[in-house]
Nanobody, 123 residues
């Protein structure tokens, strides 16, 4: 079993930055691929960015490319996403997800989920 706890959400103006963090426990973190998803009201959960269990590969949705960066610290059991140049359409609840190997874009591919952290970008 894996427990994931997100933090770092909040209110930011358009053009600003936020850094979200996800802390994992319950399983060797270094063996987990990690992903970030988001869900806005009335919309489906969508893939944002992910990182392989080795940390050697990252994958980004088009909405994240050039603005969001993912990193992991296996010593601290955390995975962060740095979000720059935020837009109002980035407003959503952001979720951290984990799987022993899968680091793709499908939510159904992930076994473990956090409770989410709210990101609100004002115009």
């Amino acid at each position: 079993q894996v427990q994931l706890v997100e933090s770092g959400g909040g209110l930011v103006q358009a053009g600003g930055s936020l850094r979200l963090s996800c802390a994992a426990s319950g399983r060797t973190f270094g063996s987990l691929a990690m992903g970030w998803f988001r869900q806005a009201p009335g919309k489906e959960r969508e893939f944002v960015i992910s990182i392989s269990w080795t940390g050697g590969s990252t994958y980004s949705a088009e909405v994240a490319k050039g603005r969001f960066t993912i990193s992991r610290d296996n010593a601290k059991n955390t995975v962060d996403v740095q979000m720059n140049s935020l837009k109002p359409e980035d407003s959503a609840v952001y979720y951290c997800a984990a799987h022993p190997r899968y680091s793709g874009s499908s939510p159904s591919g992930y076994d473990y989920w956090g409770q989410g952290t709210q990101v609100t970008v004002s115009s």
